[in-house]
């Protein structure tokens, strides 16, 4: 039995040891992908076998390290009330912010503090060095605009561009073939073959899988061209949809969400959306409630042809056809889902009106998960983009007074008041006169914030802008209405440039601060634990390997002081070693075996280590909650090595030790290991 358990252990730890490579390997790679990707390109040139190059993802550097620009801006808050320069000033930083993200530079802090009564915005954009180009994209005045639907159509495309369309799609259709053929021949290629020649990024990165779509959605086209067909079916022509062709397999299909089919009757009344009605709400009410008087299952339909106020009904007979939940308004959605089939409901009140549902039908629909090969086809969007959606009416920022967060009276519902100046008042009256049950867009920096419908004229200059807002959303929103409409004064007080060369040269002492740093914690490790010191340099490669990984994947910006937070874990990871190490030697001494020392070893140092590592990752979560910026890096990285070196400590080195415990040469040489039992 002891045999067994000890092949046993042995067989765990090379699991182990091989576990370990692996993720050494996979983490080592991501730090360093043209080790791999320079082998990669050799096989590939020899071979001709088209191996994939490796995950390429760069160091996220800060501005130290990188250079860029730091520039700090005083907000001048003389005309705000003292109640609202928090408010002012998050604003100012909010419109800051969305214009370093829109001119694409990476990682930009904005920070805004207050001393004594100055009131601050600091920016660091890593990588911009031209002072000016950094201060025209922030000191820009904010855009605030009201626009309109745009009704005006693109323009046409030229008989030269539609002849352009159709040579690319007709050669995108013989693609498609030729990949079906190359299915057709290997089906179980699938996955594999999605992945080389699929030109939909999400079908391709997935190896053509889809997930499960429906008869709504964005797939929607492709689902009626698959539905009949069987799980396991390669569809034998690509199905042609209005932007891919689609070589298609069925892998899936299963029951999907619930849909009621119904019909309704609709009495509208003066202000209602979308209404042209003359009647009062009143006089609506009373009119639907004799038609549902008289309504039957039998003449529902002639009924809504008579009666119902709904453009086309007297066509359709109020059928909606079936739909889902989240397609209708709330109370219609509720009573549909909520009455029998074959029953007629009582009256439901929406923006729109009045109605009176008949429900005829309920059943689930069929969901399909298909893998599939896109190619792309061209439409006549890729050459002339369609029309843009909102067309400017004139009315700007400039024109708003205030803006602020409001609740209603009667639900408490949080909606956000605006209120115009004078000029701005009468300009909203003649737009609001001219799009009575219109969308009017607040664009903000191009950016569409709201869209809310206007269902009368508003003459007093205040407007609400409602919705499904939670009360931080609301204060988000007036915020950015106000920072558009009353841009804070901003003077620039500081700025510093630093260049890429002298991020060049931070950068390059601290790196060989690393490696001194590590040669010389190796030496001593080997030169005082023997033995087990060369496995802790071992374990500390792996340590270094897997942080590296970790900065990369999150991604974690690196600066000077973040670079600091990782030397300094390197020596917290030698000190669990150390901490290990120490008790084995005392255990070899005591007269225990080389295996049952290093068990013993491990056990009684992992409760010093836990503790140690607990409270400095306790430093570092306060560090990085209070601190400013340069400190978080600090505190971010230290605090990440902490818990990867109490990993590494009590798993690395404890399965390598345990693997060179078990070689007979090694077994009985205690001075290997600093230390021997006292008998001997």
């Avoid at 609202?84 to 829109?102: K, S």
């Avoid at 000029?423 to 003649?430: A, N, Q, S, T, V």
């Avoid at 109490?646 to 205690?670: D, E, F, H, N, Q």
Wanted: glycine share 8%.
């Amino acid at each position: 039995m002891k045999k067994q358990a000890s092949g046993s252990n042995r067989t765990s730890i090379r699991i182990t040891i091989a576990v370990l490579i692996v993720v050494f390997l996979f983490a080592g790679f991501l730090d360093y992908p043209s080790l791999y990707n320079r082998a990669v390109d050799t096989i590939n040139k020899s071979a001709a076998i088209g191996l994939p190059h490796y995950w390429d993802l760069p160091f996220q550097l800060g501005l130290d390290l990188r250079g860029g620009t730091h520039l700090v801006y005083i907000a001048s808050m003389d005309e705000i009330p003292n109640d609202d320069r928090e408010d002012a000033l998050e604003g100012v930083r909010d419109v800051i912010e969305r214009r370093v993200n829109a001119f694409g530079v990476a990682e930009p802090l904005i920070q805004t503090a207050r001393v004594g009564d100055s009131f601050r915005v600091i920016v660091e954009l890593a990588g911009i060095s031209d002072v000016n180009e950094a201060i025209n994209m922030i000191g820009e005045t904010p855009i605030l605009e009201f626009k309109i639907k745009n009704d005006e159509p693109a323009r046409e495309l030229t008989d030269e561009e539609y002849q352009q369309i159709a040579d690319f799609n007709a050669d995108a259709e013989k693609r498609s073939y030729e990949i079906l053929e190359k299915v057709q021949a290997n089906p179980e290629n699938f996955e594999s073959l999605a992945r080389e020649f699929s030109e939909h990024e999400i079908s391709q990165a997935r190896g053509g899988d889809l997930d499960f779509i429906s008869n709504r959605g964005q797939y929607e086209e492709l689902y009626a061209a698959i539905k009949d067909y069987d799980v396991g079916t390669i569809l034998e022509v690509p199905a042609n949809m209005f932007d891919y062709y689609y070589v298609t397999r069925i892998e899936e299909k299963r029951a999907g969400e619930e849909q009621v089919k119904v019909s309704h009757l609709l009495v509208c009344y003066e202000g209602a959306v979308y209404c042209e009605s003359t009647l009062s709400k009143d006089d609506a009410r009373t009119k639907i409630e004799e038609i549902k008087g008289q309504a039957t299952t039998e003449n529902f339909d002639q009924l809504v042809r008579d009666n119902s106020t709904e453009p086309g009904a007297e066509d359709s007979g109020g059928d909606l056809g079936y739909f889902g939940r989240g397609e209708m308004v709330p109370a219609f959605e509720e009573m549909a889902y909520n009455m029998e089939t074959g029953t007629i409901s009582d009256v439901v009140e929406t923006d729109f009106g009045f109605h009176i549902l008949y429900k005829t039908d309920q059943r689930f629909t069929e969901e399909i998960r298909p893998r599939v090969i896109a190619v792309k086809k061209m439409t006549a969007n890729d050459i002339v983009p369609p029309a843009e959606e909102w067309k400017a009416t004139g009315l700007s920022g400039k024109h708003l007074g205030k803006s602020q967060v409001q609740f209603d009276q009667n639900t408490n519902e949080v909606m956000v008041g605006i209120e115009f100046n004078s000029e701005g008042k009468d300009l909203f009256k003649e737009l609001t006169e001219q799009n009575i049950n219109e969308q009017i867009a607040i664009v903000l920096d191009g950016e569409v914030i709201s869209a809310p419908r206007v269902n009368e004229p508003i003459r007093d200059g205040r407007a609400v802008i409602s919705g499904d807002f939670d009360i931080n959303e609301a204060k988000l929103l007036a915020q950015r209405l106000n920072a558009g409409a009353l841009p804070v004064p901003i003077a620039l007080v500081s700025e510093q440039t630093i260049g890429p060369t002298l991020g060049e040269i931070s950068l390059s002492k601290t790196l060989n601060a690393a490696y001194i740093g590590f040669l010389l914690i190796a030496l001593f490790m080997i030169i005082y634990y023997r033995l087990p010191g060369l496995i802790s340099v071992i374990s500390l490669l792996f340590y270094l390997v897997i942080v590296l990984a970790i900065f990369k994947l999150l991604p974690v910006t690196l600066t000077l002081s973040g670079l600091a937070g990782l030397i300094l874990s390197l020596g917290m990871a030698v000190d669990a070693n150390v901490l290990i190490f120490e008790r084995l030697k005392e255990e070899i001494k005591s007269g225990r075996t080389l295996g049952s020392a290093i068990d013993e070893g491990f056990k009684r140092a992992w409760t010093s280590i836990r503790d140690g590592n607990i409270t400095t990752l306790i430093a570092c979560i306060i560090l990085f909650w209070f601190s400013s910026s340069v400190i978080k890096g600090f505190a971010l990285t230290l605090g990440i090595g902490v818990l990867v070196s109490m990993i590494t400590a009590v798993t690395v080195s404890r399965v390598l030790l345990k693997l060179v415990a078990g070689w007979k040469p090694i077994r009985k040489r205690y001075w290997l290991f600093g230390a021997k039992p006292q008998e001997e």
